[in-house]
């Protein structure tokens, strides 16, 4: 099976801005994992004790409140109120600690390993990308296999991207439906809107931390950021620390153990 590609003058065009997003976007997740393997406990660390410090707030504001009715304080209670309340603050710190384990085991790859994804990847993309080749979107087997092309380009593996191209050109021999034609309906909007896509994920994060996972001054400096806003959060939990436990030693507050 051959492409017969569109004799628009700006379908080049189209297919190198193509590539060229789907470029970026594997960068900026790498920049991600990057990011997160040189500062990711370091966020975690400063996310953890943020919500120590929301949490010890909460619970003066719960004793505060049983002040003002009486003093009566039921442990359970305040157990359960606290869970409520930390609830989603607990999910996001859960799902940061997941994302620093797992980028933690995440192999980096050789330059010669990315050049020769690249070289893989666009050769494949070229033949069954969904939005050059018509019939992937209509085939089950193009569609697996451009999914598990995604998946080893993301992860610069060059065995995998090789295995995957004598695949594909088995699998369109085998649909034996001759050549396709390639046409691409409104393509000077499709350029724009990649165009404006590429712009956003150069200028937003995690692309726009690239400095920060390149350049060691940089790098150097947030890490003396987070370390100094990770010792404010440490002081401030410390402080309200102090206030509970000058609350429950003023003998305003009746806790009932059960």
């Given amino acids: 099976m051959d492409l017969i590609k569109s004799k628009d003058t700006r379908y080049e065009e189209y297919e190198n801005l193509l ?16 990011y997160l393997q040189r500062f990711g406990k370091l966020i975690a660390d400063n996310y953890e004790e943020k919500l120590e410090c929301i949490k010890c707030k909460k619970t003066i504001a719960y004793y505060q409140n049983a002040l003002n009715h009486g003093g009566d304080v039921d442990p359970s209670d305040l157990e359960k109120y606290l869970a409520r309340e930390m609830e ?8 940061m ?23 893989l990847y666009r050769r494949l993309a ?47 021999k085998e649909m034996g439906a001759g050549d396709i034609k390639v046409d ?6 499709k350029i724009d809107a990649l165009k404006a896509e590429i712009d956003e994920i150069r200028n937003t994060e995690p692309y726009s931390l690239r400095t920060l996972v390149e350049d060691e001054e940089a790098s150097a400096k947030k890490k003396a950021e987070l ?18 436990m000058r609350m429950l030693a003023s003998g305003g507050l009746k806790i009932y153990v059960q």
């Avoid at 994302?99 to 690249?118: C, I, L, Q």
């Avoid at 440490?234 to 509970?244: A, F, G, P, T």
């Fill in 126 to 172: 070229k033949l069954v990308h969904p939005d050059i080749n018509p019939a992937t979107d209509r085939s089950e087997v193009l569609q697996e296999l451009w999914q598990r092309i995604l998946t080893a380009y993301h992860h610069n593996d060059v065995k995998e991207l090789a295995e995957l191209e004598v695949l594909v050109r088995k699998a369109l």
């Fill in 227 to 244: 370390e100094e806003e990770l010792a404010s959060y440490q002081k401030y939990h410390h402080e309200l620390n102090d206030v509970i």
């Fill in 97 to 119: 600690l997941k994302d620093n384990e797992n980028a933690g085991k995440a192999g980096m790859s050789t330059p010669y390993e990315v050049r020769r994804a690249k070289t």
């Fill in 184 to 189: 691409i309906p409104d393509i000077e909007e």
């Fill in 88 to 95: 989603e603050y607990n999910a996001n710190l859960r799902k």
């Fill in 19 to 34: 590539l060229e997003r789907d470029q970026i976007t594997k960068e900026a997740g790498q920049i991600w994992t990057v």
